[in-house]
């Protein structure tokens, strides 16, 4: 839901960028589940969800690239935001921040970003995949808007992890949550999309190399 509002944002007329602000005070605080990612879904407001409502089983299941495309898009937002002079709620900020600290324990803890983790706990629940492709992306943005180099270490850590466990072995895997763990596009682009922001923060040419590989893997 805070993807499509990047380009509302960024193009859109004063009653879209009013609509965004409403995006924004919808998800925050109350979008975010007590493991410190973001609710799978939500309705009117007051109800949020993980897990896929048709399969019980899944109550607490929280797909991890959501939390990572929300971080992702909303940072982007945020910065969009200040360079417009659009003022920025303090609880914006501070919600995107805790996001963005679940995904540093998730990481120290599990050496992973898994697939699926517990809304609850935070824990892996479904390990593997790149269903986290983007997040190494999201964390540098996370690490210069905030100032937070650990964001930065996690980045570089979890985008290693990426390459050598899959990259190298030629798939990506985990992205759309309807697709178990069949190789797909979506986790790809997001992973050439990491690659490029950590050469780009870091302009280290192994990260060059690394998106071009992720390219070719892509086409």
Known sequence: GMISTYPLLFAGNETSRQHVIRNFDWLFPNGICP?????????KGTQW???DIRKPNTVNWHLIRKSGDGLYYIIKQLMLMEKEGIKVNP?????TQIVADAFVRLWDKWGQFGQFVDSQTGNVVVGGSTSGAIVPAALVLAATYFNNPEYQRVAQASAEYYYRNFVKKGITCGGP???????DSESSYAMLESFMLLYESTLDKKWLAMAEEMAKQFS
């Open 91 to 95: 609880e914006w900020k501070k919600g």
């Open 49 to 51: 969800y993980g897990g």
């Open 177 to 183: 949550g309807d697709a178990l763990q069949n190789p």
């Open 35 to 43: 493991a410190g990612f973001f609710w799978d879904s939500g309705e």
